[in-house]
C-alpha cells in the first residue's frame, strides 16, 4: 500500500466542511473590506524567498523544499505567500493607480520540518495584503479584519500581541547594539542563535531556549529605540485599536519568523493548541517590494494557518458547517424512481439532497442518514406515492410529519427558514 508522504495530510469529510465553512467566512469579510483575490502557483524561482524571506531565516536554511529542475534552474515550492503576491505585482504592473491595492489568497505552503499537532510539511494559508499605503490606519484595518474574521467564526480564547520593529532609520543603530551585546555573551547564546546574532540579531529574540532567553532577559528592546517617526505610527494603531475596543497586548520582543517586516508586528496567539499557540501573525514590509525590483511602495499583511483555525473550529456544532442533508429512504423501484426525480428538484432550488442507490433496507437506510449527520429523512414507498403524502422525520428533534410530495421545498423551508439552500 502506497501512503501519503510524511507530513501531507488527506482533508476528509467532515473536515473539509469546516474548511469550506471558514474559507467562505474569510472570503465574506475580505469582500467587505474591498480585497480582491489572487491566485499564486505553487512553484517559484528559489531566488524569490531566498531574497525576500532572509537568507539566514530557518526558512531558508532549513526548510524550503528546493530542487533543479530540467534546465538546472533552482526552484522552491512555496514556503509562504507574501513572497509570490508581491512577485505578481511587481510583474503583472499591477502598481498603476495610486490606490491601495487590496489582495488576499489562499492555499498550501510547503516546509520541511518536524511533523507535529498544528504543524504539517504541507500546510495551509489564508493571506493578505495591501499593498501602497503608508497610514497607520491601514495597519488598524488590517487588524480589524483579521480580527472580524475571527468573531464571525465565533472562536474564542484568542489574544492579540503587537510591537514595533522599526524602520530604516532607526533599526540599523538598535541592531549594531544587539550585535555587540551578542558578541560579549556569545557563549550563553544556543548554537543557532551564535551563528545568526551577527547576520540577523532580531532572531535570537525568536529562539525558545532556555538560557537564550534568560539572556534576552537583559537586552533592550527595539521600543526602546525607536525614532519619532515609528512612535508616532504606533501610537496611532494603538489608539484606533483601542477605539475599536479590540483587546491586545504590547509585546516588545515580538519579532516575526522572516527578515522583511518593518515596523507594525502582529500576532494571534491561543493556549488551546499546546507548543504551537500562533493562529495568524504579519506586519509591515515597506522595503520588500523595492528589494525584490518593483516600485518603492509601502505594504503590510498577514497569514492565517489553516489546520490551526480548524482545530479551534472542531468544537463548533456541524450544523453551522455545512447546509442540512434531506435524506430520502426508498423501498421500490418506483420509489426510487420517484425520490430520484425529487431529489433533483430539491438540488435545483438550492436545497442538499441524497439518496441510496444500493437496496438497503429501511433500517440501514436510516443508519445511513444518521452516520452522515441528516437534518430529515423522506420516507417514500408505495403507499406513499399512492397518496402523494410520505412521513418526514426531522433527525434532530425527533418529530415526524406527513407531508405533501408536491409541496416539499416550501414546508422545509417553513420548518428550518433559516438553514434554506441558496
Known amino acids: 500500500m502506497i501512503k501519503a508522504v510524511r507530513g501531507m495530510k488527506d482533508l476528509l469529510p467532515p473536515e473539509t466542511a469546516r474548511w469550506h465553512y471558514l474559507e467562505t467566512v474569510a472570503r465574506a469579510v475580505f469582500v467587505s473590506y474591498?480585497?480582491?483575490?489572487?491566485?499564486?502557483?505553487?512553484?517559484?524561482?528559489?531566488?524569490?524567498?531566498?531574497?525576500?524571506?532572509?537568507?539566514?531565516?530557518?526558512?531558508?536554511?532549513?526548510?524550503?523544499?528546493?530542487?533543479?529542475?530540467?534546465?538546472?534552474?533552482?526552484?522552491?515550492?512555496?514556503p509562504e505567500a507574501t513572497a509570490s503576491v508581491v512577485r505578481a505585482?511587481?510583474?503583472?504592473?499591477?502598481?498603476?493607480?495610486?490606490e491601495v491595492k487590496k489582495y488576499f489568497t489562499m492555499g498550501p505552503m510547503f516546509r520541511y520540518e518536524r511533523p507535529q499537532k498544528g504543524r504539517y510539511r504541507q500546510f495551509h494559508q489564508i493571506n493578505c495584503e495591501a499593498i501602497g499605503g503608508e497610514a497607520p490606519e491601514l495597519d488598524a484595518?488590517?487588524?480589524?479584519?483579521?480580527m472580524e474574521i475571527f468573531r464571525r467564526l465565533k472562536v474564542t480564547g484568542l489574544e492579540l500581541v503587537v510591537n514595533s520593529l522599526g524602520c530604516p532609520q532607526c533599526r540599523p543603530a538598535y541592531l549594531m547594539e544587539l550585535t555587540a551585546l551578542f558578541a560579549r555573551g556569545l557563549r550563553d547564546l544556543c548554537p543557532d542563535c551564535q551563528r545568526r546574532s551577527a547576520a540577523n540579531p532580531l532572531r535570537v529574540f525568536d529562539c525558545k531556549s532556555k538560557t537564550c532567553q534568560e539572556l534576552l532577559a537583559q537586552v533592550p528592546t527595539i521600543s526602546d529605540k525607536l525614532c519619532d517617526n515609528c512612535q508616532r505610527h504606533e501610537a496611532r494603531v494603538l489608539e484606533l485599536l483601542d477605539r475599536f475596543q479590540v483587546p491586545y497586548r504590547?509585546?516588545?520582543?515580538?519579532?516575526?519568523?522572516?527578515?522583511?517586516?518593518?515596523?507594525?508586528?502582529?500576532?494571534?496567539?491561543?493556549?488551546?493548541?499546546?507548543?504551537?499557540?500562533?493562529?495568524a501573525g504579519g506586519g509591515r514590509y515597506n522595503g520588500l517590494i523595492k528589494d525584490l525590483g518593483g516600485p518603492d511602495l509601502p505594504a503590510i499583511?498577514?497569514?492565517i494557518g489553516q489546520e490551526r483555525l480548524a482545530t479551534l473550529l472542531s468544537q463548533q456544532d456541524a450544523d453551522l458547517l455545512q447546509q442540512p442533508l434531506l435524506f430520502v429512504a426508498v423501498l421500490g423501484e418506483a420509489a426510487r424512481d420517484r425520490a430520484f426525480e425529487l431529489v433533483q428538484a430539491l438540488r435545483h432550488q438550492g436545497y442538499v439532497a441524497d439518496l441510496d442507490f444500493t437496496n438497503r433496507s429501511l433500517k440501514a437506510q436510516m443508519t445511513m442518514a444518521n452516520r452522515r449527520g441528516a437534518a430529515w429523512v423522506l420516507i417514500l414507498g408505495d403507499q406513499e406515492l399512492a397518496d402523494g403524502r410520505a412521513p418526514l422525520k426531522d433527525m434532530r428533534r425527533g418529530e415526524q410529519h406527513l407531508v405533501s410530495l408536491d409541496t416539499l421545498p416550501q414546508i422545509l423551508a417553513d420548518l428550518q427558514p433559516e438553514l434554506k439552500g441558496v
Open 301 to 303: 499583511g498577514f497569514a
Open 89 to 98: 505585482f511587481i510583474e503583472n504592473r499591477l502598481d498603476q493607480g495610486a
Open 250 to 279: 504590547r509585546n516588545p520582543r515580538l519579532v516575526r519568523g522572516l527578515d522583511y517586516y518593518t515596523r507594525t508586528a502582529f500576532e494571534v496567539v491561543t493556549t488551546q493548541l499546546g507548543a504551537q499557540d500562533a493562529v
Open 34 to 78: 474591498g480585497f480582491q483575490e489572487i491566485r499564486l502557483p505553487l512553484l517559484e524561482r528559489t531566488e524569490l524567498f531566498s531574497r525576500s524571506i532572509g537568507a539566514s531565516t530557518d526558512i531558508v536554511e532549513k526548510e524550503m523544499y528546493t530542487f533543479l529542475d530540467r534546465r538546472g534552474e533552482s526552484m522552491t515550492l512555496r
Open 141 to 146: 484595518e488590517l487588524i480589524l479584519l483579521l
